[in-house]
């Protein structure tokens, strides 16, 4: 059989070979594109959630906060975490202690809380306020949404819709307070980071 | 015993046929596989010297007549801006062209299919699953990595896929250089979406950085898709081992990514007290440099690929065939 062969290849593979070969190929194309998106969704997670260790209250709560947000640790609020890149209003986690005596209601400090808020901010309103478990043990959780005004005239930018979650996590002589506040369109986005935030703090 | 076919067009062609590789050919197709295209290479780099001709015209115009659109002149402006690119090449392509064209159903097509992949596949997971404006800018190694991961694979494998799957396997796919051309065609089709998302998002566009903008987007597109072109124009007509397309795609990839990153570092500068905060001039000249370079690489890569075919055919003792039979 005289075959011509017309190139530096020489390997003379039958049609039937270089067919299954198409075919593997094919498949490996996808394959390497779903390692690469696999490998691209771990970056993703592995950016957007790596966290930062804390400790406040002489070493007494410490915990995990989010790296690339911005840390203030005062009196009240213990700690305050800001993402500075979320937009007009600063997604923030914030963490706080109140003195609760061991026969008190543990929602007395939320409402305190909401009272405080109420004067401060404008339209200021509960949504709802569940029992729920952390770590084996029972939470109060309040959901509240507030409108934000710069109040600053040399400032033009519309007022932000901000939703925010009090977690009271309650510890002997005190309750352990994290707030989670969001502009309402990206609250559910933010969410994980106060999950995550919950999940770490240990007093 | 199996019987011998053209791998094109899948007729007999008996146990003498040519083969490159592995794969035989009838004679007509051996010839077109071979074939040189000059006409691909004055269209690719009309197409560069076109984009940066309008570039400078839109430029010159606003420049002297103080030209100031908003509403919606504005965005019809950007509507006619975006598909510009793909206007010059289609032209510059057919212009060249004329002795044996493509034909234009199956450009148009390829580029449609771009588009249309761009717009429901590639936009929505690049923006919205990947959401890659929230956690890329965080760091320059997940800018660098995320971009070649998620932006060049996406994209680059979409446009590939647009070839693979819809013209490769058919009768007019039938020279090396048509992955280059088809790839060309799938990548301005999606640059086209890229650029009608960014100037309706918007709501119009700054003329002068937005024509820079939907420049740049279109030559790169258009060279990393051309790229990917190749490895397919190359695997279908030759021997080409298992990673030979999967290698092309990744490195298609890594250059969209790293352009990605590049043009990013590039156009964007510190605020100052006069504005700014983004230069798109940088972008261009690396879009230019880029696409200039792909398309002298692929050329030279084509030629050479075709003379070693005819080089080796000669040697053999066989008919090289001259043009198309």
């Not at chain 1, 002489?58 to 009196?75: C, K």
């Not at chain 2, 067009?9 to 003498?16: E, F, I, L, Q, T």
């Not at chain 2, 040189?36 to 570039?55: D, T």
């Not at chain 2, 420049?63 to 908003?70: E, F, K």
Request: aromatic share 10%.
């Amino acid at each position: 059989m005289s075959v011509s062969e017309g190139t530096r290849h020489s390997s003379g593979v039958s049609p039937t070979t270089a067919r299954r070969r198409d075919r593997w190929a094919d498949w490996a194309v996808i394959l390497l594109v779903v390692v690469a998106l696999g490998l691209g969704l771990l970056l993703r997670e592995m950016t957007l959630y790596r966290y930062d260790a804390f400790a406040v209250a002489d070493g007494d709560i410490s915990g995990r906060v989010p790296a690339n947000w911005l840390r203030e640790y005062g009196d009240d609020p213990l700690l305050r975490a800001r993402d500075p890149r979320s937009g007009a209003f600063n997604t923030a986690l914030l963490l706080r202690t109140r003195p609760l005596a061991a026969e008190m209601d543990p929602t007395l400090p939320l409402q305190s809380l909401a009272l405080e808020r109420a004067g401060a901010v404008t339209a200021y309103e509960t949504l709802e306020t569940d029992e729920v478990a952390v770590g084996g043990r029972t939470a109060i959780q309040r959901t509240f949404t507030y409108v934000q005004a710069d109040r600053n005239p040399y400032v033009d930018r519309l007022p932000v819709v901000v939703k925010g979650v009090d977690l009271a996590l309650q510890d002997e002589g005190r309750v352990v307070i994290v707030t989670y506040l969001a502009d309402v369109d990206t609250f559910d986005e933010g969410y994980r980071y106060f999950r995550d935030f919950v999940e770490s703090i240990e007093f | 015993m199996e019987e011998v076919t053209c791998c094109v067009c899948r007729r007999p062609v008996g146990a003498d046929a040519k083969r490159i590789g592995g794969r035989c050919f009838c004679a007509y197709h051996y010839a077109k596989a071979t074939q040189e295209r000059p006409s691909v290479w004055r269209a690719g780099l009309l197409q560069i010297v076109g984009l940066l001709a309008f570039v400078l015209l839109v430029e010159l115009v606003l420049g002297l007549t103080d030209l100031t659109l908003d509403g919606w002149p504005l965005l019809i402006a950007g509507i006619v801006l975006s598909v510009v690119p793909a206007l010059l090449w289609l032209f510059f392509f057919y212009q060249q062209d004329r002795l044996e064209p493509e034909p234009k159903g199956a450009v148009l097509g390829v580029f449609i299919l771009g588009a249309l992949l761009a717009q429901a596949l590639g936009i929505p997971l690049v923006e919205q699953v990947f959401d890659v404006r929230r956690w890329l800018p965080l760091g320059t190694w997940s800018h660098v990595l995320g971009s070649i991961l998620v932006i060049g694979f996406i994209q680059e494998f979409l446009k590939y896929a647009a070839v693979r799957y819809a013209i490769y396997p058919t009768l007019e796919f039938d020279e090396r250089v048509d992955g280059i051309v088809y790839g060309t065609a799938a990548g301005l089709g999606y640059a086209m979406v890229l650029n009608l998302g960014y100037v309706l998002d918007i709501g119009g566009v700054d003329l002068q950085a937005g024509v820079i903008r939907i420049v740049v987007t279109a030559l790169a597109q258009a060279s990393f898709a051309g790229l990917s072109g190749y490895f397919l124009g190359r695997a279908k007509f030759e021997d080409e081992p298992v990673w030979w397309l999967p290698g092309g795609l990744s490195l298609a990839a890594l250059l969209n990514g790293l352009f990605t990153y590049l043009r990013g570092e590039l156009t964007t500068t510190g605020l100052t007290l006069s504005g700014g905060g983004v230069n798109p001039w940088p972008g261009l000249v690396l879009a230019a440099v880029v696409a200039g370079a792909t398309f002298a690489l692929l050329s030279f890569l084509i030629r050479r690929a075709n003379r070693h075919t005819l080089a080796g055919a000669d040697a053999k003792g066989s008919v090289a065939p001259e043009g198309g039979v």
